[in-house]
């Protein structure tokens, strides 16, 4: 078991910056890749970001590229998106999930076995 809690989550203006973290605990946090995910209302759950165990390789939805980074800390068993010149259309929960399929980057839900509880961003134009 592996339990997920994000944080870091708000309200800003367009063109601000927001910097999300979740804090794992329970199974060796490096035995994960770690994703990022978010829901609009009335929207399907989508992929962001994810970054492989060692923190080395990262894959970004094309939307995000450029604007957010996605880094991880295995000695504090956390995960990071930082989220820079934000828009209205990323106004979202955003969830922190973790995958055991080591360094395939999956992009799915289904790749995901734990997930957090999501935290609020809201971007106002």
């Known amino acids: 078991q592996v339990q997920l809690v994000e944080s870091g989550g708000g309200s800003v203006q367009a063109g601000g910056s927001l910097r999300l973290s979740c804090a794992a605990s329970?199974?060796?946090?490096?035995?994960?890749?770690m994703g990022w995910f978010r829901q609009a209302p009335g929207q399907e759950r989508e992929f962001v970001a994810v970054?492989?165990?060692?923190?080395?390789?990262?894959r970004y939805t094309d939307s995000v590229k450029g604007r957010f980074t996605i880094s991880r800390d295995n000695a504090e068993s956390t995960v990071y998106l930082q989220m820079n010149t934000l828009k209205p259309e990323d106004t979202a929960v955003y969830y922190c999930?973790?995958?055991?399929?080591?360094?395939?980057?999956?992009?799915?839900?289904?790749?995901?076995?734990?997930w957090g509880q999501g935290t609020q961003v809201t971007v106002s134009s």
């Open positions: 329970g199974r060796t946090f490096s035995s994960y890749d």
């Open positions: 970054v492989d165990w060692t923190g080395g390789d990262m």
């Open positions: 999930a973790a995958s055991p399929m080591r360094l395939a980057l999956s992009t799915i839900r289904a790749a995901y076995d734990y």
